[in-house]
């Protein structure tokens, strides 16, 4: 049993690490529903939505480089309990912005700017949690674990944001917007207690080194491992001008006219069809040409957005947005893998800050870039001019990478 993709979830602190997670990733994700939600309702703006990932975004990557330095000289146990309290804290406060007083103390235009002061603050605490979180996984299980483990917790990850997505919309038309916040409070509360029971994890770096030198290193490891930077880069520009998450609050209201709880169930159709294909590869990895692969399915989430831009019926928009997740699963998996088995456990904050600045804050950059092109272009032409981007950043990418062609692992 010990080739089992299970194996792993023998081990208490790697399970509580999971459930922690789970938990935290959750109210986190509902949270980054509710107020896309809630901004919009405000403002009924798609630039201004847009601007909520720009605020989280700019921090996320301006201070990257130096949290995966932090990260890496860091104890990974201490540094984590603290960013899931700042995370929490930044909860509360939007649960207080959100509050009648707040509203009958402030016009809207006020309450918007408190919610991007937020928002930016939570970049920032992200840039720090998400090197963090993906680099702890690797002193939590023995090295022969590590596919298994990596590959769990990206299942785990993408339930809870599935789950964190669709419950939203419920909770939004259950609870509206201040009931929601204080849900999701508790849960990021919660995540905390679980995440509390893992033991202290020594820094992977010594301190002797200077700051500069220790912070290049992450940017030159990558930049010279090939296959790292190909696949990470793909995956940047598809989700710059594929990311379509921002443009579903729009469709819901304007084109599909369906309610909270059919945009929190649209919203989660992607991560529903990447949580489907990362089980899948959990039980039966690709063996061959994962390159050729990751790349295809590239191609395939560009045709799945232009089809869900087009769409003018709620269940084609969902099913596009569903197989666009099965496509995306692929390159969250292949991705995944090079980056835990090629990275050195001493380089693992560095290099994971350098991954989190390419991909995780392109969803957010993407999300402006969104909103922008629906302000200029208009909603539907630019969902859809996302996608033929993301069809040509593959063909450029075929030509210009061919090592990730040859992508075997």
């Known amino acids: 049993m010990s080739n089992s993709p299970y194996q792993v979830l023998k081990i208490p602190e790697f399970r509580n690490f999971l459930i922690g997670r789970f938990v935290f990733i959750m109210g986190l994700r509902m949270m980054g529903t509710l107020v896309l939600w809630w901004t919009f309702e405000l403002t009924h703006d798609p630039l201004n939505v847009g601007m909520i990932g720009l605020a989280e975004a700019v921090p996320a990557v301006g201070m990257a480089l130096y949290a995966g330095y932090v990260v890496d000289k860091s104890d990974k146990r201490k540094l984590l309990l603290k960013c899931v309290l700042l995370f929490a804290l930044c909860a509360i406060i939007l649960l207080s912005i959100s509050s009648t007083w707040f509203h009958q103390s402030f016009q809207t235009r006020v309450t918007v700017i408190f919610i991007y002061i937020v928002i930016f603050c939570t970049g920032i605490i992200r840039s720090f949690s998400g090197p963090t979180f993906s680099s702890i996984i690797a002193s939590l299980v023995p090295r022969k674990l590590l596919l298994n483990a990596s590959q769990l917790s990206s299942t785990s990850w993408l339930v809870a944001s599935i789950t964190g997505h669709a419950v939203a919309g419920f909770l939004i038309a259950w609870l509206h917007v201040t009931g929601t916040f204080i849900v999701i409070t508790s849960l990021i509360i919660t995540g905390f207690a679980f995440l509390y029971r893992l033991q202290s994890k020594p820094p992977g770096m010594g301190s002797e080194k200077k700051t500069l030198e220790a912070v290049s290193e992450g940017l030159r490891f990558v930049f010279r491992t090939k296959e790292v930077l190909a696949a990470i880069s793909l995956d940047l520009f598809a989700v710059f001008f594929g990311g379509a998450a921002t443009m579903v609050i729009v469709y819901t209201n304007d084109i599909l006219h369906v309610g909270p709880i059919g945009f929190g169930w649209l919203n989660a159709a992607t991560d529903i069809g990447s949580i ?122 075929w030509f210009k990478a061919p090592s990730l062609k040859k992508l075997e692992y």
């Open 276 to 397: 489907i294909m990362v089980i899948w590869l959990t039980l039966f990895p690709m063996k061959r040409k994962q390159g050729i692969k990751l790349m295809l399915a590239v191609a395939g989430f560009g045709i799945c957005i232009i089809i869900f831009g087009l769409s003018k019926w709620y269940w084609l928009s969902f099913v596009a947005l569903l197989f666009s997740g099965v496509l995306d699963g692929v390159s969250v998996v292949v991705r995944g893998n090079i980056m835990q088995l090629k990275t050195p456990d001493e380089l693992r904050g560095r290099v994971m800050s350098v991954n989190s600045m390419f991909i995780n804050s392109s969803n957010e950059i993407g999300q402006f870039e969104s909103g922008v092109a629906a302000k200029l272009m208009g909603t539907v032409p630019s969902v859809v001019f996302g996608g033929c981007m993301t069809m040509l950043v593959v063909i450029t990418t």
